[in-house]
């Protein structure tokens, strides 16, 4: 089993930055894949981005270019770094992590693991 929690949400206003943390324990040595994904109220849980073992990343169309997501091996921690925000990046951010597969997936049934997610909010 692997456990996810999350840290670093909060309320900033368009334009700011904020960065998340997703530290991981457990069985962190089976983690192929990680990701963080985001539900508004009243909307589906989206993809936003995701990182490999072996450091390779993805993101969203709806943030590239404004989000980095990275890890730290050491800490078992991967950050998302979320600058130039904008009112509707509004939601609950959760990460999520898989041992299946080092494959590209931004779909949620893909990731086994959840934490219980960290708001963030922005105002315009």
């Known amino acids: 089993q692997v456990q996810l929690v999350e840290s670093g949400g909060g309320l900033v206003q368009a334009g700011g930055s904020l960065t998340l943390s997703c530290a991981a324990s457990g069985r962190t040595f089976s983690i192929r894949r990680m990701a963080w994904f985001r539900q508004a109220p009243g909307k589906e849980r989206e993809f936003v981005a995701t990182?490999?073992?072996?450091?390779?990343?993805y993101y969203a169309d709806s943030v590239k270019g404004r989000f980095t997501i990275s890890r730290d091996n050491a800490k078992n921690t991967v950050y998302l770094q979320m600058n130039s925000l904008k009112p509707e990046d509004t939601a609950v951010y959760s990460c999520?992590?898989?041992?299946?597969?080092?494959?590209?997936?931004?779909?949620?049934?893909?990731?086994?693991?959840w934490g219980q997610g960290t708001q963030v909010t922005v105002s315009s």
């Open positions: 990182i490999s073992w072996r450091d390779s990343t």
């Open positions: 999520a992590a898989t041992p299946r597969t080092e494959l590209l997936t931004t779909v949620v049934g893909s990731y086994d693991y």
